[in-house]
């Protein structure tokens, strides 16, 4: 488990590295201001698309459905899969294409109107990519069930590469048309990097199937799972249109303050996928299942608390060191601290949902998500009103919290020892850097390397924690 998370996790890495260093050129080259905010209103729904899919929507349900199938009839339900995700590609890109403008004034409607005509421009050309994001995530799920990661974790390394070389080489002068036009080819490189995967899994080119049966299977698992990442998709929507309305440049500001968060977390979508793929092969021995369930959720925490104890203590720091001037004065390190608090809880809910996956049940896991997500919507809509930005922090973390509390009751684990004690530990964690190393003041290089020593010593607690539970639990690991 931990070899495949390693080399996924480097993919990984490098491609959340040049999906910050886009952000950071954007902002460089054009400011944290109107225009910025409108290109990324523009790319808002592809890339929730796009990062959905990358969270494993489709493998978590076609991962199962193509294991169920024998050697012989494998050629012919990637073909239909194929064929199918075209046409849904298709049509996808051509509502998104011709309803830009509508789409535009929908997410961003605090927006002046030539920002949400530059916008919709860009949303009309982005959109091209969809067909692409979809059969790259197809030609991943043939991977994961091969054991092969690597190929399919560079797909967000090629795809923000072609848009970070043009605002290197042009910066300022850079407009949104060519802009969205290089992450087009990188939807084509990322697409070209997987075909071999397809190639193994024996699809081929001038072979069309159309097997219904197979088609309406597939959908019939990713309509629960359509529904959670509609439900959490549409929740960022709901921040991005909050911010619209909280000033220039608050789009832009929630967006860094994601991206900071997911930049300490790149093994978290790979260990996922890993676990995935673990608990699907063990889905006939439930006692196999939940072990390789509490090895997944403490390696979470391993990953998830020392990141965010550390995130909280040094955001000043970091917003000062990584991103252009003048960014560590306004309110993103105070908004990154809260994200940080709330990647704890959203990364438990994301492998308990996998716990459910794995044995072929996505309506459990939709109705957990969709109460949590209907909280967190509910505290959108009143809390920023009274407490600005920082209430966009507050109510993601309120539904993450009631989400979580949802699935250990469905799944009757609310009185385990570990569930008991994760999350004491986490509090603890979260809160010293928040009362004693946030508010530090001192030299920006002593609260860093406070900072890094608070993470680490949580780290190693939490490792050697791992670690007794898989010497227990070797045969699920």
């Known amino acids: 488990m931990f070899r495949a998370t390693l080399w996924l996790t480097l993919a990984t890495l490098a491609g959340l590295a040049l999906g910050f260093g886009r952000e950071w050129l954007l902002v460089d080259a054009w400011g944290a201001g109107a225009r910025t905010d409108a290109?990324?209103?523009?790319?808002?729904?592809?890339?929730?698309?796009?990062?959905?899919?990358a969270a494993g929507l489709l493998s978590s349900a076609a991962l199962p459905?193509?294991?169920?199938?024998?050697?012989?009839?494998?050629?012919?339900?990637?073909?239909?899969?194929?064929?199918?995700?075209?046409?849904?590609?298709?049509?996808?890109?051509?509502?998104?294409?011709?309803?830009?403008?509508?789409?535009?004034?929908?997410?961003?409607?605090?927006l002046s109107a030539g920002a949400q005509h530059d916008a919709a421009g860009s949303l009309t050309l982005l959109a091209a990519t969809i067909p692409l994001l979809?059969?790259?995530?197809?030609?991943?799920?043939?991977?994961?069930?091969?054991?092969?990661?690597?190929?399919?974790?560079?797909?967000?390394?090629?795809?923000?590469?072609?848009?970070?070389?043009?605002?290197?080489?042009?910066?300022?002068?850079?407009?949104?048309?060519?802009?969205?036009l290089a992450f087009v080819l990188g939807a084509v490189l990322m697409l070209v990097s997987v075909l071999p995967l397809l190639w193994r899994g024996g699809?081929?080119?001038?072979?069309?199937?159309?097997?219904?049966?197979?088609?309406?299977?597939?959908?019939?698992?990713?309509?629960?799972?359509?529904?959670s990442a509609g439900a959490s998709q549409g929740l960022v929507l709901i921040e991005r249109i909050c911010a619209s309305f909280l000033g220039e440049g608050a789009i832009t500001v929630v967006n860094l303050a994601r991206k900071l968060v997911n930049l300490p977390l790149v093994a978290l979508m790979s260990l996922n996928q890993v676990v995935l793929a673990r608990m699907t092969r063990l889905a006939d021995n439930p006692q196999a299942r939940r072990a390789a369930l509490w090895i997944g959720l403490l390696a979470t925490a391993a990953l998830t608390v020392p990141a965010a104890a550390g995130l909280i203590g040094?955001?000043?720091?970091?917003?000062?060191?990584?991103?252009?001037?003048?960014?560590?004065?306004?309110p993103l390190p105070m908004l990154l601290a809260w994200f940080a608090c709330v990647i704890v809880f959203g990364a438990w809910n994301a492998l308990l949902a996998r716990y459910a996956y794995a044995a072929g049940d996505t309506v459990l896991p939709m109705r957990c998500e969709l109460i949590g997500s209907a909280v967190n919507a509910l505290a959108l809509l009143l809390v920023p009103l009274f407490t600005g930005i920082a209430g966009i922090a507050w109510a993601a973390l309120t539904g993450c919290i009631v989400t979580a509390l949802l699935f250990l009751w469905r799944y009757r684990l609310l009185g385990e020892a570990t569930v008991l004690r994760l999350p004491v530990l986490a509090i603890a964690a979260l809160l010293v850097?928040?009362?004693?190393?946030?508010?530090?003041?001192?030299?920006?290089?002593?609260?860093?390397?406070?900072?890094?020593?608070?993470?680490a010593l949580w780290l190693l607690l939490l490792v050697l924690w791992?670690?007794?539970?898989?010497?227990?639990?070797?045969?699920?690991?």
Not at 39 to 53: N, S
Not at 138 to 158: D, I, K, P, T, Y
Not at 172 to 177: G, I, P
């Open 39 to 53: 290109f990324l209103v523009g790319m808002f729904l592809p890339e929730a698309i796009r990062m959905t899919l």
């Open 65 to 110: 459905l193509l294991q169920q199938v024998s050697g012989d009839g494998r050629p012919r339900w990637l073909s239909s899969q194929v064929a199918n995700l075209l046409l849904l590609g298709g049509m996808i890109a051509a509502v998104l294409a011709v309803g830009a403008s509508l789409w535009v004034r929908m997410i961003g409607p605090g």
């Open 134 to 180: 979809l059969l790259h995530a197809l030609a991943a799920v043939v991977g994961q069930a091969h054991e092969r990661f690597l190929l399919a974790g560079l797909g967000s390394f090629l795809y923000n590469l072609p848009a970070v070389l043009l605002l290197l080489l042009q910066r300022a002068a850079t407009d949104e048309r060519t802009l969205s």
């Open 203 to 227: 699809w081929r080119p001038w072979r069309w199937h159309w097997q219904w049966q197979d088609v309406s299977l597939l959908y019939r698992r990713l309509g629960p799972l359509l529904a």
């Open 314 to 330: 040094a955001a000043p720091t970091l917003v000062a060191l990584l991103l252009p001037a003048g960014m560590a004065q306004g």
């Open 433 to 455: 850097a928040a009362l004693l190393l946030y508010p530090l003041g001192a030299s920006p290089w002593l609260q860093l390397a406070l900072a890094s020593v608070h993470a």
């Open 466 to 477: 791992t670690l007794r539970v898989l010497r227990r639990s070797s045969p699920a690991a």
